[in-house]
């Protein structure tokens, strides 16, 4: 099910980042889990940072 680690959701836009699924726009290889996003990494949709998002 989730053993990429849960889901995280933007609280800005509602962009859900799906660890199984990756970011591919961004070069985010799926099976990436939230906490191995690099730290600059920022929401494709509204490009708010890492801390913005929640589980
Ligand atoms: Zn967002």
Do not use: R
């Not at 959701?9 to 962009?15: A, L, R, S, V």
């Not at 699924?21 to 940072?49: K, Q, R, Y």
């Amino acid at each position: 099910m989730s053993e990429n680690g849960p889901k995280y959701t933007c609280e800005m836009c509602g962009y859900v980042y799906d660890p199984n699924e990756g970011d591919p726009d961004n070069s985010i290889e799926p099976g990436t889990s939230f906490a191995d996003l690099p730290d600059d990494w920022v929401c494709p949709m509204c490009g708010v940072g890492k801390e913005e998002f929640v589980s």
